[in-house]
């Protein structure tokens, strides 16, 4: 019996190069059952090629690609896509146009008819399209062409399912109820599940573990809590969300700035540092005739600043300020609707269990 823990997907070392420039360089991961690594990373970061060459659909240079322990490519190796057990999703998920829904689900599938009915009925209720099958394509809401793919893709019961950009042709509001059913079939089935995206949100959603990726390396990797709270540099902060910088010195592994010293471990004398903190990690107080709220060992110093805009944006509002130590910029989001007007005073504080530090050496 296979080992239930053993991982359906072992991607070792996979690089490519287009015309002499490396895009996919030296990526590993690994995918057990029943788990959704998200591919995160700006355009031409190098994801969709990962998959490609995952998939068999690109050739790699190097590196190799197990499914349930077995070597699909490698040097001198290269099955076929339609060898590897894998199932595809991608963003123009071309149904075929000619043919049923139901003759769609049962497209990859073997075995005797009554065998393949079962099965496409058995997922088109999965995918809540029970009653759909005699219809075709164009008769079919974008949604519901969607979940048509999907249990297409899950039919022969692959042991390992690609996913790019699947949900990116859907509007807003049918996207999250489709990504949900999505993760729950993909979930019930154990198969290990790659998804590239450039959306954040999405990775955070769907994940159990996101592998962000910039220059065609994985440059961080792990649950989605750990990328977005312990990011490695500031430009893997910044992917999830706006991002405030305070610059500073390093000496004597403290950094002083306007909002009292930051232990800055690590970092040389002499060293710029970089203090990073997002918006909804400022703490913001009102002013005091002149005077703002006293320190604290958690929040340090304030440091005053004029509001320059405030923009409301659902739920929450984002309101910029004018530093008075520097002249710098400044942004906090505050929940609800919180728009003072430009030039009214407040003082700031970092949340320093919130901020992160930097050397400011590293890729912006
Ligand atoms: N067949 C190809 N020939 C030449 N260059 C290619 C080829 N496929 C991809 N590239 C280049 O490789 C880089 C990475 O492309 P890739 O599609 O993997 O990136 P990506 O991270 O998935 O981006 P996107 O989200 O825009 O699809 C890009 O600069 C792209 O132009």
């Keep these: 019996m296979p080992d239930a823990r053993a ?12 015309g002499g420039r490396p895009v996919v360089d030296g990526v590993s991961f690994s995918v057990a059952p029943g788990q959704v690594t998200c591919l995160l990373g700006p355009s031409g970061c190098g994801k969709s ?8 659909v690109e050739r790699l240079e190097a590196g190799t690609v197990r499914i349930d322990g077995v070597a699909m490519a490698g040097p001198g190796l290269h099955l076929p896509p339609e060898k590897r057990g894998v199932g595809l999703m991608f963003q123009d998920f071309a149904l075929f146009p000619h043919l049923t829904v139901a003759g769609n689900v049962a497209f990859g599938l073997g075995g005797d008819k009554a065998a393949r009915a079962r099965r496409v009925d058995e997922l088109l209720e999965r995918v809540n399209l029970t009653g759909f099958g005699p219809k075709h394509p164009h008769q079919l809401s974008g949604g519901e062409q969607q979940r048509v793919a999907l249990a297409r ?53 769907m994940a159990d573990e996101i592998a962000l990726m910039r220059g065609g390396r994985i440059v961080q990797k792990g649950a989605p809590y750990n990328v977005y709270n312990a990011p490695v540099d500031k430009a893997a902060a910044a992917f999830f969300s706006d991002v405030n910088v305070i610059r500073g010195m390093s000496r004597g592994a403290l950094t002083e700035t306007a909002f009292g010293a930051f232990l800055t471990p690590g970092h040389a004398d002499g060293a710029a540092v970089e203090i990073v903190i997002r918006p909804q990690h400022l703490k913001i107080d009102f002013d005091r005739g002149g005077r703002g709220p006293l320190p604290t060992p958690q929040d340090g110093m304030a440091a005053r600043g004029e509001v320059v805009r405030a923009r409301y944006l659902g739920r929450e509002s984002l309101v910029e300020f004018r530093m008075d130590f520097d002249g710098s910029r400044l942004t906090a989001s505050v929940p609800g609707v919180f728009l003072p007007g430009p030039g009214t005073a407040f003082w700031l504080m970092i949340r320093r269990d919130k901020c992160f530090v930097f050397g400011a050496g590293k890729p912006a």
């Design 49 to 56: 090629t990962t998959l490609r060459m995952i998939a068999g």
């Design 153 to 205: 893709a899950l039919a022969p019961r692959p042991g390992v399912m690609l996913m790019d950009e699947p949900f990116s042709g859907l509007d807003n509001r049918l996207r999250d109820g489709i990504r949900d059913v999505t993760l729950d079939i993909l979930k019930e089935e154990g198969a290990g599940v790659v998804l590239v995206t450039h959306e954040p949100d999405e990775a955070m959603r």
């Design 7 to 18: 991982p359906r997907l072992e991607v070792q070392g996979l690089t490519r190069a287009f």
